[in-house]
């Protein structure tokens, strides 16, 4: 299972820390990414980590102010985002990748366990 948390209401040009729990599965062998989906769109991603943590990989409107990490110590992953945008606006989901090795990390077809969203609204 996996278990997102961390979402609300914040001012544009503010910050979040969401937070991934699981359980069920070995948290530190699988690759963990982050996606979300905003009203009238389609859910897109966001942000990936491999399973130690070497690898990262963002998408470009969130480089530089998102920051994608995991404690396998305590099987939670965290997304920290930064000088939010109302654009940031959305349902932010974590989810498992498919595949060992990982690979490819921004692909959504490629992640098997998805957990419940949550909620994140940036106000202008």
């Known amino acids: 299972q996996l278990q997102a948390s961390g979402g609300g209401l914040v001012q544009a040009g503010g910050s979040l820390r969401l937070s991934c729990a699981t359980s069920?599965?070995?948290?530190?062998?699988?690759?963990m990414g982050w996606f979300r989906q905003a009203p009238g769109k389609e859910r897109e991603f966001v942000a990936a980590?491999?399973?130690?943590?070497?690898?990262?990989s963002y998408a470009d409107s969130v480089k530089g102010r998102f920051t994608i990490s995991r404690d396998n110590a305590k099987n939670t992953g965290y997304l920290q985002m930064n000088s939010l945008k109302s654009e940031d606006t959305a349902v932010y989901y974590c989810?498992?990748?498919?595949?060992?090795?990982?690979?490819?990390?921004?692909?959504?077809?490629?992640?098997?366990?998805w957990g419940q969203g949550t909620q994140v609204t940036v106000s202008s």
């Open positions: 069920g599965f070995t948290f530190s062998s699988w690759t």
């Open positions: 989810a498992r990748h498919r595949l060992p090795i990982g690979q490819p990390m921004d692909e959504q077809a490629s992640y098997f366990y």
């Open positions: 980590i491999s399973r130690r943590g070497g690898t990262t």
